[in-house]
Nanobody, 115 residues
Framework: QVRLVESGGGSVQAGGSLRLSCAAS????????AGWYRQVPGKERELVAT???????DYAEFVKGRFTISRDNAKNSVYLEMDSLKPEDTAVYYC?????????WGQGTQVTVSS
């Protein structure tokens, strides 16, 4: 089974950038749809961006033009480049890998954007 470990979170001022990384164990990661989600206290976890095994990408409207998702199957990794960050982007960001049978989550990484 795939295991996911996120890194790259932190604190940044509004307008700044961060790059999140998610490293997966297991070569079958390349067969999974990989994605990033985020959650703030008291709210449901929401989709940020996904990339399928074939490279089809989908973004939430609120990050279009600011965030870029990418994956490197040779490194079993998925990335989220976040630019023009806003205070409302503050959340715990989770990496996800899913197939028809599984949906696997990382432990999350905190992103804090100050105004």
């Amino acid at each position: 089974q795939v295991r996911l470990v996120e890194s790259g979170g932190g604190s940044v001022q509004a307008g700044g950038s961060l790059r999140l990384s998610c490293a997966a164990s297991g070569s079958i990661f390349r067969l999974y749809t990989a994605g990033w989600y985020r959650q703030v206290p008291g709210k449901e976890r929401e989709l940020v961006a996904t990339v399928t095994s074939r490279g089809t990408i989908d973004y939430a409207e609120f990050v279009k033009g600011r965030f870029t998702i990418s994956r490197d199957n040779a490194k079993n990794s998925v990335y989220l480049e976040m630019d023009s960050l806003k205070p409302e982007d503050t959340a715990v960001y989770y990496c996800n890998a899913r197939s028809a049978s599984y949906s696997i989550w990382g432990q999350g990484t905190q992103v804090t954007v100050s105004s």
